[in-house]
């Protein structure tokens, strides 16, 4: 079964903290992984995808096969980032599409 | 090209009653995705298209839904004998070949009373 998994549906931090948004998933091929934001009243948008590795607006996330996670990071989180966070996997082999988790809200507090 | 743009941004419906939305990908895109989310859930697959060949399906669609790209350019989606379950927020999305980035429009807020 295709399934996204994120445990968080509300995070709150200070402004300057660490932060981290977890993401599970469960795929038997092999995982193409996304991280989408949605900044209030705008729309969903692309942040950060595993096979580019690179860091967008300071977030992160490594791809940790093992433990089938994807979990996003920043070390400092900036009130800017306040938004809904959506983990997807892309999955492939006649059947292409994204398979979203429910979402994370992460309130940055100043 | 300011993006994926859907027609119209709200509606409100009474049960039983059509609807027909509209979705103006990327010009270049040739690939279309309708999802639908539901409040405190993420984007579910509903549909897509590449160029005019609609390709899958989701079981979450239902006789009474039905999507057309009919020169591989816009879509619509219509729900026929619309229910009170079938409100929602109605997203599409595109993107070129089988790219992995997806560009979503603002998406169409469907309330059946």
């Known amino acids: 079964a295709q399934r996204v998994t994120q445990p968080e549906k509300l995070l709150s931090v200070f402004k300057g903290a660490p932060v981290e948004l977890k993401c599970n998933y469960s795929y038997s091929g092999s995982p193409e992984l996304f991280w989408y934001v949605q900044y209030s009243r705008q729309r969903l948008q692309l942040l950060l995808r595993?096979?580019s590795r690179e860091s967008i607006k300071g977030f992160t996330a490594d791809l940790n096969k093992g433990e089938t996670s994807f979990h996003l990071k920043k070390p400092f989180a900036q009130e800017e980032d306040s938004a809904m966070y959506y983990c997807a996997l892309f999955t492939q082999g006649g059947s292409e599409k994204l398979v979203f988790g429910k979402g994370t809200k992460l309130t940055v507090n100043p | 090209d300011t993006g994926v743009s859907q027609d119209p941004r709200h509606k409100i419906t009474k049960r039983g009653q059509n609807v027909t939305f509209r979705c103006d990908p990327i010009?270049?895109?040739?690939?279309l995705y309708w999802y639908r989310q539901t409040l405190g859930q993420g984007p579910e697959f509903l549909t897509y298209?590449?160029?005019?060949?609609?390709?899958?399906k989701s079981r979450l669609l239902s006789d009474r839904f039905s999507a057309e790209r009919p020169k591989g350019s816009f879509s619509t989606l219509e729900i026929q004998r619309t229910e009170q379950g079938d409100s929602a927020m109605y997203l599409c999305?595109?993107?070129?070949?089988?790219?992995?980035?997806?560009?979503f429009g603002p998406g169409t807020r469907l309330t059946v009373t």
């Open positions: 010009s270049e895109h040739n690939r």
């Open positions: 595993h096979i």
């Open positions: 298209f590449q160029n005019e060949a609609q390709l899958e």
């Open positions: 999305a595109s993107t070129q070949g089988s790219a992995y980035e997806q560009y």
